[in-house]
C-alpha cells in the first residue's frame, strides 16, 4: 500500500512538499509517479521517477516547478512543489509500477489514496 501525505491549503506562489510512503520492501525496485485530478477532469501525470531515482520525468505544466526525489532508505518518494498556482489544485496521487516510468494511469500497478493540495489566488 502507498500513503501520500503533505496536502494542504497554500496561496499562490508557495510551496509543498508531498510524500508517498511504502511499508514494502520492494519499494526500492518500483518506479514512482505522480499524478493529479482536478475536479471534473481526469487524472494527469505530473512527474514520476526511476526506481534509482536517476532518471526523472516531468509534465510541461509542472517542469521547472516541481521537483521528483527518493529516499529508498525511508521507502519514500517527495514531491516539492514550488510556484503553485491555482491551476495546480486537485487531489495528488502517487503510484508505483515494475520496471519503467510511464505517463499513463494504465500502467502503473499501486495506487495510494491521495491528498487534496488546494492553492488560492
Known amino acids: 500500500q502507498l500513503q501520500a501525505s503533505g496536502g494542504g491549503l497554500v496561496q499562490a506562489g508557495g510551496s509543498l512538499r508531498l510524500s508517498c510512503a511504502q511499508s514494502?520492501?520492494?519499494?526500492?525496485?518500483?518506479?514512482v509517479g505522480w499524478f493529479r485530478q482536478a475536479p471534473g477532469k481526469e487524472r494527469e501525470f505530473a512527474a514520476a521517477?526511476?526506481?534509482?531515482?536517476?532518471?526523472?520525468y516531468y509534465a510541461d505544466s509542472v517542469r521547472g516547478r516541481f521537483t521528483i526525489s527518493r529516499d529508498n532508505a525511508k521507502n519514500t518518494v517527495y514531491l516539492q512543489m514550488n510556484s503553485l498556482k491555482p491551476e495546480d489544485t486537485a487531489v495528488y496521487y502517487c503510484?508505483?509500477?515494475?520496471?519503467?516510468?510511464?505517463?499513463?494511469?494504465?500502467?502503473?500497478?499501486?495506487w495510494g489514496q491521495g491528498t487534496q493540495v488546494t492553492v488560492s489566488s
Open positions: 503510484a508505483a509500477r515494475r520496471g519503467r516510468t510511464s505517463t499513463r494511469t494504465l500502467d502503473y500497478d499501486y
Open positions: 514494502g520492501r520492494t519499494f526500492s525496485t518500483l518506479a
Open positions: 521517477i526511476t526506481w534509482s531515482g536517476g532518471s526523472t
